[in-house]
Nanobody, 123 residues
Framework: QVQLVESGGGLVQAGGSLRLSCAAS????????MGWFRQAPGKEREFVAAISWSGGSIDYVDSVKGRFTISRDNAKNTVYLQMNSLKPEDTAVYYCAIDLRRFGLSRTGYDYWGQGTQVTVSS
């Protein structure tokens, strides 16, 4: 069993920044890839970013490249999502997830999810 708890969401004006955190417990966090996803009202959940167990491999959806940065601190069992130059279309509930089955990065098939944190970007 894995527990994931997100934090850091909030209300920000367009062009602003937020840093999301996801604290993990219950497994050897450092052995697994982690991902961030988001779900806007009325839309399906979409992949945002993923990072390998070592941080050596990273993947981003095109819409956030150059604006968002995923990172991890295995000593703290925490993965981060630094979000800069935020846009109103980034408004969503953001979820972190852990992939217990693959060695490489994936945009689907994650095993455990956090409860989500709301990010609202005003225009």
């Amino acid at each position: 069993q894995v527990q994931l708890v997100e934090s850091g969401g909030g209300l920000v004006q367009a062009g602003g920044s937020l840093r999301l955190s996801c604290a993990a417990s219950g497994r050897t966090f450092s052995a697994y890839a982690m991902g961030w996803f988001r779900q806007a009202p009325g839309k399906e959940r979409e992949f945002v970013a993923a990072i390998s167990w070592s941080g050596g491999s990273i993947d981003y959806v095109d819409s956030v490249k150059g604006r968002f940065t995923i990172s991890r601190d295995n000593a703290k069992n925490t993965v981060y999502l630094q979000m800069n130059s935020l846009k109103p279309e980034d408004t969503a509930v953001y979820y972190c997830a852990i992939d217990l089955r693959r060695f490489g990065l994936s945009r689907t098939g994650y095993d455990y999810w956090g409860q989500g944190t709301q990010v609202t970007v005003s225009s």
